[in-house]
């Protein structure tokens, strides 16, 4: 943990900060496996779990979302599948490493050191990124990676040395510290994870040094947690000032519960008299990010429980256009502009979406377990931990916290269950029983049943696929002429602009009752809302173009409908273009005729006035109006590309991983808490040691 640690600054630069922990995890588990007994904290069982079945998902990595761009299921979902595993696992890894190591070898003491020190380097990495926001290197390692490597986003992000994030929160462009992680959230979640193992190592356990810097490196550390604009680590530590007096107002000493107040008014005073505070005003009155936010919680809960409620997809899902349209997409003018993927901005949404609803479960089952036997905070690591875990908590509904924030919390767990454990001794019969060895016995003795309710969950899975109804999917792009931008050359109020329509409307007018009207077949409104239903229209991000699908119930009845409906639609467009052009004409010609009548009012053989040649002018610019409006081009658009017909059934590995892993985890859990209800007849029931 040390090398981790101690040797970050060295690790980041490098563009080894992520992988590092993942490399250290093998000599853990090296040193765990030639260990007799490996301890392990209550409701660890959850969390094993919850392994297996994020492991299922590498099957689904194939399975497409409902809202998000199809297929994609290549080298590049599979290595970011392998990264995040990587650290689930290699979090565990020292989670059982830190229960199982002695005292001695990593005291509490020491390891408030080891991540204060974090901490000190994570508060340096902010003041850098506010100094120096424009810093971006390639690493030593982005430069060795092959080409397909260094171009993914994901694995780019981890390699490359970036000190700031540059972001217009608040309207203009404003640096985000990032140093030494790949973004401004991680950041922020790692300053409040690390920030009560600073306060121990130098209050608690520091020299009168570090105790008398200790404030200078807070107060340094302040700027940065306030320009980095971070709600998220705002409310961290709020949340955390108030457990903090709650716990010093259960110890009962009036001298330390005096002195946490005075200290709290203190900051909070200095925050208000600084500028800094019109910062953090100014944050809380742009909310934009606000419904983004909600908008992609909403698709990916919707995704999940349309797609594969139960297993979820294994991974993160690019979203099909955007929220503002269905052609949205990021720009080199407009970054923003994209969306995150489904399952992005928050690591709940990210297990939700990778691993349904029966892996938050498990997920959530762990860490719930976990606050049951910290929260009374009967020793300091008690107290730490219930701090990160409450921090973390708020954290999983905004943050990504895979990689350093998972892991610091996770080595947190492991530290407390190791001192609970001594404290009550290792003979307590309450504790004695959590060991690895046993519960792997146990599973071990019901192997036979487990693996007879995995195969019969697959297979009633797979029959439930084949069961769904099988339909055949059409699908054409259809390019659209550009449309007519009519202006008229008037002046002032009286300036006549046509809005261009936009790419969604044109999706919104397949689905109009003009254009579906045509087609056989529709004639009550439960014929034009089934019709719908079996219509798609997307478009490729920034084009013009449309993409229509259609699907039936045959291969000929989709190509049929196909050609009708885009028919249909362009005939539909045509004379809507047909309609706005009369209706644009009927206004110019309206304007020409009232200056028409007004010139014609005017005494024959009156003196020109600066009136007369304004009439004069804007009666020329209309009619030159007039004539380009009638000889504009109403083309609609033309059919470029009609995909061949593809059939569409089940996604059969969705049904059979689900209903795999569903057999498994059931008697898996049975084999743990009822053994013999588990077990497979004739195995023997030898006590295990």
């Not at 239903?533 to 045959?554: C, F, G, H, K, W």
Request: charged residues 15%; contains cysteine.
């Amino acid at each position: 943990m040390s090398v981790v640690l101690l040797g970050y600054p060295i690790w980041w630069v490098l563009g080894l900060a992520y992988f590092v922990p993942l490399m250290v995890a093998v000599p853990m588990a090296w040193q765990l496996f030639q260990s007799q007994r490996i301890e392990m904290p209550r409701g660890f069982g959850w969390w094993m779990l919850f392994l297996v079945w994020m492991a299922g998902g590498v099957f689904l990595l194939s399975a497409d979302a409902p809202g998000a761009v199809p297929g994609g299921a290549d080298t590049g979902r599979l290595l970011v599948f392998g990264l995040r595993a990587s650290m689930y696992v290699s979090s565990s890894i020292v989670l059982l490493w830190v229960v199982n190591i002695d005292r001695r070898s990593l005291s509490v003491r020491r390891y408030s050191h080891l991540f204060g020190f974090l901490f000190i380097f994570t508060t340096v990495g902010g003041l850098i990124g506010m100094t120096w926001p424009e810093i971006s290197l390639a690493s030593p390692l982005e430069m060795m990676l092959p080409g397909s490597l260094a171009n993914n986003s994901y694995v780019s992000s981890l390699v490359h040395l970036d000190v700031a994030d540059v972001q217009s929160v608040l309207g203009d462009p404003e640096p985000r510290p990032t140093m030494p992680f790949a973004y401004a959230n991680t950041w922020g979640s790692v300053m409040s994870l690390t920030l009560p193992f600073f306060l121990v190592s130098w209050f608690k356990f520091g020299r009168t040094w570090q105790r008398v810097l200790a404030p200078v490196v807070l107060a340094a550390a302040a700027v940065p947690i306030v320009y980095s604009l971070n709600r998220g680590l705002w409310f961290s530590l709020a949340i955390g000032a108030v457990i903090l007096i709650a716990l010093q107002l259960r110890t009962g000493r009036p001298t330390v519960i005096a002195a946490t107040v005075v200290v709290g008014a203190a900051v909070m005073v200095a925050l208000l008299l600084s500028p800094l505070s019109s910062l953090v005003q100014e944050r809380f009155e742009y909310q934009h990010s606000n419904e983004r936010r909600s908008q992609l919680l909403v698709a990916t809960i919707e995704s999940t429980a349309l797609g594969s409620p139960l297993a979820g997809f294994g991974s993160t899902r690019d979203v099909q256009g955007s929220f503002a349209s269905i052609a949205g997409g990021s720009t080199p003018d407009c970054p923003a502009c994209g969306v995150p993927p489904l399952g992005t901005q928050g690591q709940l949404w990210t297990v939700i979406l990778s691993q349904g609803f029966v892996g938050l479960a498990l997920f959530s089952a762990f860490f719930l377990t976990v606050l049951s036997w910290v929260w009374r905070c009967r020793s300091l690591a008690d107290a730490l931990c219930l701090f990160l875990l409450t921090f973390f908590g708020l954290q999983l509904f905004v943050y990504d916290t895979i990689g350093v924030p998972l892991y610091t919390v996770m080595a947190t767990i492991g530290l407390a269950w190791r001192e609970r454990r001594h404290n009550l001794s290792v003979s307590s019969s309450s504790l004695s029983s959590h060991t690895l060895e046993r519960v792997l016995h146990r599973v071990h003795r019901c192997l036979p049943a487990i693996l007879v309710a995995t195969i019969v969950g697959g297979t009633a899975g797979l029959a439930t696929a084949a069961s769904q109804p099988t339909r055949f999917s059409a699908s054409a792009d259809i390019l659209l002429a550009p449309t007519p931008r009519y202006l008229a050359t008037t002046e002032g109020d009286d300036q006549r602009i046509a809005d261009p329509i936009t790419i969604d409307t044109e999706a919104a007018l397949v689905f109009s009752q003009q254009a579906l009207e045509r087609l056989p077949d529709t004639d009550t409104p439960a014929d034009l809302h089934d019709l719908r239903d079996r219509i798609q229209v997307t478009a490729p991000p920034n084009t013009s173009v449309l993409t229509i699908q259609v699907r039936e119930d045959t291969a000929g009845q989709a190509q049929e409908m196909l050609e009708l409906l885009s028919a249909a639609y362009l005939d539909s467009r045509s004379d809507y273009l047909q309609q706005r052009r009369q209706q644009v004409l009927a206004g110019l010609e309206s304007d020409l005729d009232e200056i028409d009548a007004e010139a014609a009012s005017r005494p024959t053989g009156s003196a020109p006035t600066p009136r007369t040649g304004s009439l004069l002018e804007r009666q020329r610019g209309l009619q030159e109006a007039i004539r380009r409006v009638s000889l504009a081009s109403i083309e609609a658009g033309e059919l470029v590309r009609v995909h061949p017909t593809q059939q569409v059934s089940a996604q059969a590995n969705v049904f059979i991983v689900s209903g795999a892993m569903v057999g498994f985890v059931i008697f898996a859990i049975l084999s743990v808490l009822t053994p013999n209800v588990a077990r497979w007849p004739g195995v023997s029931r030898r006590r295990h040691r």
